[in-house]
């Protein structure tokens, strides 16, 4: 007998009437039309059944943080920053595990089940560091964190920089983390590059750093991650986060660019939400949307993914945990409101962002983790249209969040008694 049996499912790729069977925590089969004797049995009733939302770049050390110890009045990066900085000295472990765990709480009711998060290195203390790992371990039953030690002030411009990130790894931190162009000159940006990609090569890690936050056209340290990851032979490896200076780089130079990150295997995540918040703010009129070439980076078989990047912490006072959301602003900034335009932006926090995280037994196909997301809605345009509600969430063929279909009552003569907002 199977654990769990689905009848007419909607599949991403199209396929309708779908039957997925779950055995023993995997998919089984999925076929049209399958009838077997099942523990359970969901009737979709036709609508889409997605793999989980993955979110690749995340700052869960500062999520819900909003408002400590004040508010970021300018709205930038550089004000994020400083803002996070005097923060620091104030985190308490127990308060960020607390705040990291009810932000997991809201990412699975999401239907988010697996986060790529940053965790700052710079302070010798590593108390955040200890403190998600410790959050790592609690929530491994449900939902996949992967942490990635990140320099936030610069690994070679912070006193001990790289000490505190080698004692990060050593302590059981995933991925290899950067920020070039916040080191004091270019010249270092590039010097930091290297030294992290080699201490990644040397480890057997995974390389993802924060790349060209700027709207520098000059800031350029995508090229030289793209060659290191060439040169140590860390190709599939290696992710580019941000990328924002391309956005403003001159359409010659990029020509050259594309195909260079596109031999080194180096991915690309783009967060549309934060970027097109922080990106510009020395502009007056024309204002640059800051967002980096998506589509023109997936047209070169470049890797892309979307990012939330940040919830209510010092860079961004809004975000509920939602990738669709994310996709969402990510299809309007980049204009990708063709049918395929859409549909990219979907596997942008699904599969591409999987991807990404190398994770395994992501997908609807037999083999896969019998993980997946109910949607309320009938495809994934519809679904980034509405940022359908998440009717069921399970990981491993265990239900985890189910949230009521969203329905509103109506009371106009002549018409019906309800609307869901979905396309007759």
Known sequence: MLDLLIHDATLPDGRTGMS????????????????????????????????????????????????????????????????????????????????ALAYCDWAVAKGLLAIRSHVDTSDASLLAVDALLEVKRLVAPYLDLQLVAFPQDGVLRSPGGVDNLRRALDKGVDVVGGIPHFERT???????????????????????????????????????????????GLQGRVTGSHCTSMHSMDNYYVSKLLPLIAESGV??????????????????????????????????????????????????????????????MGLHVAQMTSQAGIRDCFDAVTVNAAKVMHLEGHGIAAGCDASFVLLQ?????????????????????????????ATAALHLPGRGTQTHWMQP
């Open 20 to 99: 997925i069977a779950v055995q023993d925590g995997r998919i089984a089969e999925v076929t049209a039309g399958l009838d077997a004797p099942a523990a359970q049995k969901l009737d979709a009733c036709g609508l889409l059944l997605a793999p989980p939302f993955v979110d690749p770049h995340f700052h869960m050390d500062a999520t819900l943080s909003y408002g400590l110890p004040r508010v970021n009045q300018s709205g930038t990066l550089l004000e994020g920053i400083a803002l996070w900085g005097e923060l620091k000295p104030l985190l308490k472990a127990e308060a960020l595990i607390e705040r």
């Open 186 to 232: 270019m010249a270092d940006g590039a010097a930091s590059v290297k030294l992290l990609c080699e201490i990644a090569a040397e480890r057997g890690k995974l390389v993802d750093m924060h790349c060209d936050e700027s709207d520098d056209p000059l800031s350029r340290h995508i090229e030289t991650l793209a060659f290191e990851s060439q040169r140590l």
């Open 267 to 328: 991915a690309v995540i783009s967060n549309p939400l934060i970027n097109i918040t922080l990106q510009g703010r020395h502009d007056s009129y024309p204002k640059r949307r800051g967002m980096t070439r998506v589509p023109e980076l997936m047209a070169a078989g470049v890797n892309v993914a979307f990012g939330h990047d940040c919830v209510m912490d010092p860079w961004y006072g809004m975000g509920s945990g939602d990738m669709l959301e994310v996709a969402h």
């Open 377 to 405: 809605a009938r495809d994934p345009v519809e679904a980034i249209r509405l940022r359908a509600t998440r009717l069921k969430v399970y990981r491993k063929g265990r239900l985890l969040a189910e949230t009521p279909a």
